[in-house]
């Protein structure tokens, strides 16, 4: 097969955006969208949970059967996601597995050349049916949660993960650290490292001040920014309690989720806050850049971490951090250069860190642009990340 090319890929992944779940990792759809508009030619499918019109699941009852995702159409068919997870999350990926396999033979023309996931399981495992059927290699993508999370799983679970990555051809992993996890699992020559990122282009940094003013935000005031799930694993009761301890009344903190049994929590603390407070869900990313780029200073206090989204688009927007000394963040994170790396858990540390940086504004602007310039040098961007992915595609194919 030449360079020039094309070829079809079965991409699956169950943690997709769609209209009821319009932020939801927005990672997936960058990386399908990106690929996409390479050589490779992507038929997407996104196993959606039946579910009923009114209760607390609702949403995904109301998911359409197709939508059209930049480049490509993703198709959304029902399956069978058992509760309590503990117990039925292997009869989840059984019911994934069927209803992939028999939707693609039916809708889609088959079989493809390879079949990439988004994550090792449910999304890998839903394939490996279609994958045994047509002789049809399969690239995993792990962003940390199935191989962090591993000894979490019942033991039906752990042998689905354990299967699935046994047939997979390649395991690509967001960083190395989380590359060391995966390679208890599989050999060396199975797993690489296949960075995300983000596309600076898509930042407009060059209007700061104009956005600032535009968002209400007086120019003394000191913007710290979160943004990731509302739960405990992300750290945002340190980061409140860290805020919260700040001797000062220049502060503004904003935070913007799209998921997390702390939501409530959070609004209600935040509310009993000193500091000046605004709490967004399921911001639109278009806004959320808009904040990104306003804010003087991210604080991304997780307790673990592969390499998240939101310091790539930090680094875009030139906005330095202050990111937990975890998983694959000290990779991204240059400490005192582009940022300043703490130990999780440490909150007393965290209000210290941040209370110096606000102060020294000058340094705040030097790192913001540094982790701009890293960004570019290393060329971490879905163009490059989809570049990667394609090589992979490629090479495991000629393997067949």
Same mark, same amino acid.
């Given at each position: ?58 949403? #995904? ?19 069978? #996601? ?50 045994? $059927? ?35 051809? $390649? ?230």
């Amino acid at each position: 097969m030449s360079e020039d090319d094309s070829y079809d890929v079965l991409a699956s992944c169950i943690h997709h955006q769609s209209h009821p779940l319009g932020t939801r990792s927005p990672f997936n759809h960058r990386s399908f969208d990106a690929i996409n508009r390479t050589a490779a030619d992507l038929d997407v499918v996104v196993p959606t949970p039946f579910a009923p019109p009114v209760g607390p699941y609702s949403e #995904y009852y109301r998911v359409p059967k197709t939508e059209r995702w930049g480049s490509y159409v993703a198709h959304y068919p029902r399956f069978f #996601y058992y509760v309590p997870k503990r117990y039925l999350y292997h009869r989840s990926g059984d019911s994934l597995q069927k209803r992939v396999r028999r939707y693609a033979e039916r809708t889609f023309e088959t079989p493809h050349d390879v079949v990439h996931t988004s994550d090792i399981y449910l999304d890998g495992y839903g394939a490996l049916s279609y994958c045994r $059927r047509h002789d049809v290699p399969l690239v995993v993508m792990s962003h940390a949660v199935d191989l962090n999370n591993y000894d979490q799983f019942n033991a039906a679970a752990q042998s689905r993960i354990r299967e699935t990555i046994d047939y997979a051809s $390649r395991l690509l992993v967001v960083s190395d650290e989380l590359a060391a996890t995966a390679r208890r699992f599989a050999p060396d020559t199975k797993v690489e490292t296949v960075p995300i990122g983000e596309d600076p282009d898509r930042f407009p940094v060059d209007q700061r001040a104009a956005i600032r003013r535009e968002l209400g935000i007086d120019p003394d005031t000191k913007l710290l920014l979160y943004v990731g799930a509302y739960t405990e694993q992300k750290g945002i009761e340190d980061l409140v309690a860290a805020v919260d301890a700040l001797d000062r009344e220049d502060v503004m903190l904003v935070t913007v989720g799209h998921e997390g049994d702390r939501r409530w929590w959070l609004l209600d603390r935040l509310g009993r806050m000193d500091h000046y407070t605004k709490s967004f869900w399921r911001l639109d990313p278009v806004a959320l850049r808009r904040w990104q780029v306003a804010a003087d200073l991210l604080v991304h206090p997780s307790w673990t971490e592969g390499r998240p989204t939101v310091l790539y688009e930090a680094m875009a927007a030139g906005t330095p951090a202050v990111a937990s000394d975890v998983g694959g963040i000290p990779e991204m994170i240059v400490d005192g250069e582009t940022g300043v790396l703490v130990p999780p858990h440490d909150r007393d540390r965290l209000t210290a860190t941040v209370d110096r940086l606000l102060d020294d504004p000058q340094r705040l602007e030097e790192m913001g642009a540094a982790g701009r310039r890293r960004l570019i040098e290393r060329n971490w961007t879905w163009s490059r990340h989809a570049e990667n992915v394609v090589s992979i595609h490629r090479e495991v194919m000629s393997e067949q």
